[in-house]
């Protein structure tokens, strides 16, 4: 069942992005030109546990939302600001687990134009991810052990990334997101050595993503 503290959460998740939204349009010079667009993809999130003993798990993702781009007034120079809505496939010792998360990207980028209607560009900057979904999932393994997995309520990361713009209003880009914060905890239990009493384990784990991503410009 999902928390009710996410429920009411959205408030303040909607409340920031129109700040930050504002603020941006705000302080943007008044040379610089404006485009809103509507960001999609898809993603390849790799799991990595501090546990030699969990396999690691790479499932697919996509995510969709609307995106920002202030171009300002020195050449090349732009910012992209997105809010997404982020749905990952997770798989962990052998029970499939969805993560819906609220995402807002803020990424600097420089470009160069190759003609009139095509151009490379380089980003990199933080992403803030909100977990709307549910935050925490149990289960029972094979030998009747007790599994759980609970995601961070937020989480940081950084992308970087390499795109190109074609035909005036599309861009195209492959981005890797890589967390500064954990992204979850997985806790089991095992069969202990001494006395045969069952203990707990703990492991904490960190998703790093490729992705792909289109945009289209209006």
Do not use: C
Not at 76 to 95: N, T
Not at 152 to 164: A, D, I, K, R
């Amino acid at each position: 069942m999902r928390s009710m503290k996410y429920i009411n959460s959205w408030p303040r998740i909607v409340l920031i992005s129109l700040i930050t939204i504002h603020s941006l349009l705000f302080i943007t010079p008044a040379r610089a030109q404006v485009g809103f667009g509507l960001k999609g993809g898809f993603q390849l999130a790799n799991m990595e546990f501090n546990d030699d003993a969990l396999k690691k798990s790479n499932r697919m993702g996509f995510f969709i939302g609307p995106t920002i781009k202030i171009g300002l007034p020195v050449t090349g120079l732009a910012i992209d600001v997105a809010g997404l809505y982020d749905q990952r496939d997770l798989k962990i010792e052998g029970e499939n687990f969805k993560q819906q998360s609220i995402i807002l990207q803020g990424d600097a980028r420089f470009g160069a134009g190759l003609g009139d209607a095509l151009g490379i560009f380089i980003l990199a900057g933080p992403q803030f991810s909100f977990n709307v979904g549910d935050d925490v999932k149990q289960w029972f393994g094979s030998n009747g052990e007790l599994n759980q997995f609970a995601l961070q309520e937020t989480m940081l990361s950084v992308n970087f990334g390499l795109g190109v713009t074609f035909a005036g209003h599309f861009e195209g880009a492959v981005h890797y997101n890589v967390p500064v914060s954990k992204t979850a905890d997985f806790t089991w239990q095992q069969l202990g050595d001494q006395l045969q009493e069952q203990v707990w384990s703990h492991s904490k784990t960190r998703t790093n993503a490729w992705s792909i991503s289109l945009s289209y410009y209006f």
